[in-house]
T-cell receptor
Framework: QKEVEQNSGPLSVPEGAIASLNCTYS??????FFWYRQYSGKSPELIMS????GDKEDGRFTAQLNKASQYVSLLIRDSQPSDSATYLC??????????FGKGTKLSVKP | DTEVTQTPKHLVMGMTNKKSLKCEQH?????MYWYKQKAKKPPELMFV???????INESVPSRFSPECPNSSLLNLHLHALQPEDSALYLC?????????????FGPGTRLLVL
């Protein structure tokens, strides 16, 4: 059974701080990794995809992938109250499906 | 443009009703997905259509019946649902089938079964 694990939180950070969200996965053969943001009552919105070891930056967001450790993370710099949401880590499955973690709820306090 | 549309936004139905959910994308994507999401849980895959053919059915009860009339449209027909089927139903699409492809989600249909 392929699994994706996330700390459910809530993770609380002050406005302007760096939020660090972590995710581990069980299938060593996984090749594609995604971070989605989901506001309460809304659908998941893609933040970033990452396929290679290392860092990938997009604005205030940086995804980090370490395949040897089976670990993927998302850093949010200069966190804003509008970043308060649930962040879903997803791993691409062999049949074209996405395997989601349970999500980490982030709260950014003004 | 990465827009996936879904109708209706909200649906209330009784256990004897028949209703349908509709999903549409005009991005030329050839893979479309139905997910079910309960409160405070991640999305759970229900069905995958690859090039308009059903490729994955995650042991979904037959009261849910998917249909892909063409490459832009995906329906989910509902019949004799149970209250525990109340959830947010999400449609997604990707350029081609495959776990490496980014999936784009529609806004979802919030379903309440009475």
């Amino acid at each position: 059974q392929k699994e994706v694990e996330q700390n459910s939180g809530p993770l609380s950070v002050p406005e302007g701080a760096i939020a660090s969200l972590n995710c581990t996965y069980s299938d060593r053969g996984s090749q594609s990794f995604f971070w989605y943001r989901q506001y309460s009552g809304k659908s998941p919105e893609l933040i970033m995809s990452i396929y290679s070891n290392g860092d990938k930056e997009d604005g205030r967001f940086t995804a980090q992938l370490n395949k040897a450790s089976q670990y993927v993370s998302l850093l949010i710099r200069d966190s804003q109250p509008s970043d308060s949401a649930t962040y879903l880590c997803a791993v691409g499955g062999s049949q074209g499906n996405l395997i989601f973690g349970k999500g980490t709820k982030l709260s950014v306090k003004p | 443009d990465t827009e996936v549309t879904q109708t209706p936004k909200h649906l209330v139905m009784g256990m004897t009703n028949k209703k349908s959910l509709k999903c549409e994308q005009h991005m030329g994507h050839r893979a479309m997905y139905w997910y079910k999401q309960k409160a405070k849980k991640p999305p759970e895959l229900m069905f995958v259509y690859s090039y308009e053919k059903l490729s994955i059915n995650e042991s979904v009860p037959s009261r849910f019946s998917p249909e892909c009339p063409n490459s832009s449209l995906l329906n989910l027909h509902l019949h004799a649902l149970q209250p525990e089927d109340s959830a947010l139903y999400l449609c997604a699409s990707s350029k081609i089938p495959g776990g490496a492809e980014t999936q784009y989600f529609g806004p979802g249909t919030r379903l309440l079964v009475l």
